[in-house]
């Protein structure tokens, strides 16, 4: 195992603990952000940081990427790539499969964790109702009124995978860009916390799942560049 993967691993260790043992803060961090009136200023740049764990967002940054970087080509959609995304005739192609099948693992299977885990968003509970952070599961706590169609998706956070996916793909191919690539989802994942769309153990198992979706993918292959 490389030193690249391990690193990786133990970013997916350290974010799934984190995100385990955020749970009993949840309502407690929530509350002093819808108390506290976060300057101005900040939300403004967490606003704008969002892009990077938005789909529209995200896919601007790769296409700029992709045609800024001659050493990656989209992936054919032809066989043997149909076989084997990863199992390309040219090595920018065989990156560009490995950079896009990265972004997608973690946030894919993010997706099918909230049809199948229903968690009311801070934006959409009464705390009145709430004794435990259990009773964000579920339809318990659910503020009467109107609602959107994506209140009860709160666990895990899609943008927090996301954003971790698009910043673990990146330093994968551009490893000198790791400390601002990090910043920024870092940011992203704040942004949802502070936008009262997500308590901090999605935002920290989100991408959790989005760095683990991406190390499988990206597996202990190394861009000679980055070498």
């Given at each position: 195992?490389?030193?690249?993967?391990?690193m990786r691993l133990?970013?997916?260790?350290?974010?799934?603990?984190?995100?385990?043992?955020?749970?009993?803060t949840d309502i407690?961090?929530?509350?002093?952000?819808?108390?506290?009136?976060?300057?101005?200023?900040?939300?403004?740049?967490?606003?704008?940081?969002?892009?990077?764990?938005?789909?529209?967002?995200?896919?601007?940054?790769?296409?700029?990427?992709?045609?800024?970087?001659?050493?990656?080509?989209?992936?054919?959609?032809?066989?043997?790539?149909?076989?084997?995304?990863?199992?390309?005739?040219?090595?920018?192609?065989?990156?560009?499969?490995?950079?896009?099948?990265?972004?997608?693992?973690?946030?894919?299977?993010?997706?099918?964790?909230?049809?199948?885990?229903?968690r009311a968003r801070?934006?959409?509970?009464?705390?009145?109702?709430?004794?435990?952070?259990?009773?964000?599961?579920?339809?318990?706590?659910?503020?009467?009124?109107?609602?959107?169609?994506?209140?009860?998706?709160?666990?895990?956070?899609?943008?927090?995978?996301?954003?971790?996916?698009?910043?673990?793909?990146?330093?994968?191919?551009?490893?000198?860009?790791?400390?601002?690539?990090?910043?920024?989802?870092?940011?992203?994942?704040?942004?949802?916390?502070?936008?009262?769309?997500?308590?901090?153990?999605?935002?920290?198992?989100?991408?959790?799942?989005?760095?683990?979706?991406?190390?499988?993918?990206?597996?202990?292959?190394?861009?000679?560049?980055?070498?």
């Amino acid at each position: 195992m490389t030193t690249t993967v391990k690193m990786r691993l133990v970013a997916f260790t350290a974010l799934a603990t984190l995100g385990l043992l955020a749970f009993p803060t949840d309502i407690a961090v929530v509350l002093w952000i819808q108390n506290s009136h976060p300057p101005k200023e900040l939300m403004r740049f967490l606003n704008f940081a969002e892009v990077f764990g938005h789909g529209i967002g995200v896919a601007m940054l790769m296409i700029g990427t992709f045609c800024l970087d001659r050493s990656i080509q989209f992936p054919s959609i032809t066989w043997p790539a149909i076989r084997w995304p990863t199992f390309q005739p040219t090595t920018a192609k065989r990156y560009g499969a490995r950079m896009l099948g990265g972004l997608l693992a973690g946030p894919l299977t993010v997706l099918l964790l909230k049809q199948l885990i229903d968690r009311a968003r801070p934006r959409a509970t009464n705390y009145d109702l709430v004794t435990s952070v259990l009773d964000t599961f579920g339809t318990t706590a659910l503020a009467i009124g109107p609602r959107g169609s994506s209140d009860l998706h709160s666990f895990p956070s899609g943008h927090s995978a996301t954003a971790a996916a698009l910043a673990t793909v990146l330093i994968w191919k551009y490893p000198q860009g790791r400390l601002f690539f990090f910043a920024l989802a870092v940011s992203a994942c704040l942004q949802r916390i502070f936008s009262m769309s997500h308590y901090p153990s999605d935002a920290f198992l989100g991408a959790a799942c989005g760095v683990l979706g991406a190390t499988i993918v990206l597996g202990r292959d190394i861009p000679n560049d980055s070498q």
